[in-house]
């Protein structure tokens, strides 16, 4: 925000986004009914929030012995979601090798109308089919460029080029492991603004603490379209609290659109008893934003840790040093196998690494 824009009472607009019921679902082991679903969307939409994120923590297909079996089908989620708003969009996230263009299709005529999909930082070529399959079906076309912090910003600018020739209509920088700080943060998407036509978005986790913040970042830099989540709901250390964003946004001079109290009544009356504990940045989930891992790495960790009675934060910086991305949790097992019979970790030494 500049000092014309206070000067002329025109204010800057971020549309926020929420991924509680999605992102969210990762915290309550994707075991939302769809009649919660069809609470929160409801609330979520009252309160002027225009896209609402629904389906598997993980995205469409996920629902696994990988990955955790869901409470219901995405179908399910999406037709509950839709039913229960007047004006909101109801989004799915898609993650090529998980999902399939026929559960992308199931979604779509379940209500859907908003399809994020979501690629490692590197690999924004495997976003191609998906990207222009759901244009051509007319829906509304985000993507995530997940594990942002792991290439310099001009490196993630060419990789968002590529998704904005596909036909990505919004292109996120996505701290997947909450790795980012602010200045990171804005690095990226500036570097984005610079190199593609498509808006740019921001997808916060709050590992080291600095969610917030790097939203803000991420909008002085030119993010439009912000995510966050009720009470910070989502993977490891959960996202920024999409009714904080509200509320910081605000007092920093931005246009959110969204009626503050509303909201906050939203996670606090019917978010919060849904949740089964408290949403905090405890030793795994800073260890797990400080060595660059997947946010979905939290729980894997913490029963690997267990199982093989070593510390969760020695598997999650080896995880860090090895470069390990979302879709390689096979990995933790092996690092813990490997650690339990190591002397240093037996001794209580942590094992260094190199991030």
């Known amino acids: 925000m500049t000092a014309t824009d206070n000067d002329t009472g025109s204010r800057p607009r971020v549309t926020l986004v929420d991924t509680s019921l999605r992102d969210g679902m990762s915290s309550v082991s994707h075991k939302f009914t769809p009649e919660q679903v069809a609470q929160v969307a409801s609330g979520l939409d009252k309160a002027g929030i225009h896209t609402i994120e629904v389906a598997h923590g993980i995205g469409l297909g996920a629902s696994s012995i990988q990955y955790g079996f869901a409470a219901a089908t995405d179908p399910e989620y999406v037709r509950a979601a839709v039913e229960a708003v007047t004006a909101a969009d109801i989004a ?37 089919q998906p990207i222009r399959w759901a244009r051509e079906q007319g829906m509304r076309v985000m993507s995530f460029l997940m594990m942002s912090h792991k290439l310099e910003p001009a490196a993630l600018a060419e990789q968002a080029a590529k998704l904005d020739s596909y036909g990505a209509q919004v292109i996120y920088v996505v701290d997947s492991a909450g790795a980012l700080v602010p200045r990171g943060a804005g690095a990226r998407v500036a570097a984005l603004r610079e190199a593609v036509s498509a808006d740019l978005g921001f997808h916060a986790h709050n590992n080291l603490g600095v969610g917030i913040a790097n939203a803000l970042a991420a909008a002085e830099h030119g993010a439009t379209y912000i995510d966050g989540s009720l009470r910070g709901l989502g993977a490891s250390a959960g996202n920024a609290q999409t009714e904080v964003l509200a509320a910081a946004f605000e007092r920093a001079g931005y246009d959110t659109g969204v009626d503050l109290f509303p909201l ?21 989930a800073l260890v797990l934003g400080y060595a660059g891992v997947y946010s979905t ?3 894997p960790t913490k029963r690997a840790a267990k199982k093989y009675g070593v510390r969760t934060r020695d598997i999650l910086m080896e995880l860090g040093r ?14 813990a196998a490997e650690l339990a019979g190591r002397s240093d970790v037996a001794s209580g030494t942590t094992v260094g690494a190199s991030r």
């Open 92 to 128: 799915v996230l898609y993650v090529p090798g998980i999902a399939t263009l026929a559960e992308l299709d199931a979604a779509r005529e379940a209500g859907a109308n908003t399809v994020r999909v979501a690629v490692h930082c590197t690999e924004a070529d495997c976003a191609e």
């Open 297 to 299: 790495f939290f729980h």
């Open 264 to 284: 906050i009544d939203v996670a606090e009356y019917v978010m919060a008893p849904m949740m089964t504990e408290p949403q905090i940045v405890d030793e795994t």
């Open 322 to 335: 090895r470069g390990v991305i979302g879709g390689q949790e096979d990995m933790i097992i092996d690092v």
